[in-house]
């Protein structure tokens, strides 16, 4: 499989999760627990189906967060039906779709991102260049920390001119991959709170509009396997900006 064919998949996925999602009632109610250990949502059940169902006509090995592993292809996906379920449920227009192509078990392995805005239809991908609704993005050239941040949990003012949570990292990371805000940082956890799932696709969209992305203590997230159990903190910003931010955490 190539970036060309990982992207008509993602669009065929998101026309069939778009569709199926559309007339939902009750998107927040709880229907089952997910194999990430919390509860699967409504929304979430439905969006995974829908995906499922095309994911399955091709070889691929899929991570998803309410399924778990589905099948044994070579090409593994990542996938995260809904991140933002919360904001879903509730019509808040920030919730994604998000999918991430890669030929081995790590995330240097990537060679496709793809998150899509389905409350808006604003799509992200990258294939080496990071694109928003098919024109090239770049990061901020920001290098001052007092700059507009995403960030989850300030423990301390830390010196950001502005702070936004916005409750999709897939999409947070698009934002700094097309500079409307300067970085990203998750603080959670001491083990990390984000899943591979939540985040592969922006992290790789990000990288490719030229953010460094790594944990908090400046490694790379090039060995972060596709499993269920992974965890991850995350930091990402361009290149200037983010020696700072490893430096304050």
Same mark, same amino acid.
């Given at each position: 499989?190539?970036?060309?064919?990982?992207?008509?998949?993602?669009?065929?996925?998101?026309?069939?999760?778009?569709?199926?999602?559309?007339?939902?009632?009750?998107?927040?109610?709880?229907?089952?627990?997910?194999?990430?250990?919390?509860?699967?949502?409504?929304?979430?059940?439905?969006?995974?189906?829908?995906? +499922?169902?095309? +994911?399955?006509?091709?070889?691929?090995?899929?991570?998803?967060?309410?399924?778990?592993?589905?099948?044994?292809?070579?090409?593994?996906?990542?996938?995260?039906?809904?991140?933002?379920?919360?904001?879903?449920?509730?019509?808040?227009?920030?919730?994604?779709?998000? +999918?991430?192509?890669?030929?081995?078990?790590?995330?240097?392995?990537?060679?496709?991102?793809?998150?899509?805005?389905?409350?808006?239809?604003?799509?992200?991908?990258?294939?080496?260049?990071?694109?928003?609704?098919?024109?090239?993005?770049?990061?901020?050239?920001?290098?001052?920390?007092?700059?507009?941040?995403?960030?989850?949990?300030?423990?301390?003012?830390?010196?950001?001119?502005?702070?936004?949570?916005?409750?999709?990292?897939?999409?947070?990371?698009?934002?700094?991959?097309?500079?409307?805000?300067?970085?990203?940082?998750?603080?959670?956890?001491?083990?990390?709170?984000?899943?591979?799932?939540?985040?592969?696709?922006?992290?790789?969209?990000?990288?490719?509009?030229?953010?460094?992305?790594?944990?908090?203590?400046?490694?790379?997230?090039?060995?972060?396997?596709?499993?269920?159990?992974?965890?991850?903190?995350?930091?990402?910003?361009?290149?200037?900006?983010?020696?700072?931010?490893?430096? +304050?955490?």
């Amino acid at each position: 499989m190539n970036a060309m064919e990982a992207l008509e998949i993602s669009r065929k996925v998101t026309e069939n999760v778009k569709k199926s999602i559309e007339k939902i009632e009750d998107r927040g109610i709880s229907v089952g627990m997910g194999k990430d250990g919390t509860p699967t949502k409504k929304v979430d059940k439905v969006a995974e189906d829908a995906a +499922l169902e095309i +994911l399955s006509e091709y070889d691929v090995k899929v991570v998803s967060e309410e399924a778990g592993v589905v099948g044994d292809g070579e090409t593994i996906v990542a996938l995260d039906p809904i991140d933002g379920t919360f904001n879903a449920s509730r019509n808040i227009p920030i919730y994604s779709l998000s +999918l991430c192509f890669s030929k081995g078990n790590y995330f240097k392995d990537t060679f496709f991102g793809y998150v899509y805005n389905l409350a808006v239809d604003v799509e992200y991908y990258a294939n080496s260049k990071a694109y928003k609704n098919g024109s090239r993005i770049e990061v901020s050239d920001e290098d001052s920390i007092y700059c507009n941040a995403i960030i989850y949990y300030p423990k301390r003012d830390y010196g950001f001119k502005r702070i936004r949570i916005f409750g999709s990292a897939a999409l947070e990371l698009c934002f700094v991959a097309d500079g409307s805000v300067d970085c990203f940082i998750d603080l959670r956890g001491e083990r990390g709170f984000l899943r591979i799932y939540d985040v592969a696709a922006g992290a790789y969209i990000a990288k490719c509009a030229n953010a460094i992305v790594t944990d908090l203590s400046g490694n790379s997230l090039d060995y972060k396997q596709f499993t269920m159990e992974e965890r991850l903190h995350v930091v990402a910003a361009n290149k200037m900006l983010h020696e700072k931010l490893i430096k +304050l955490f």
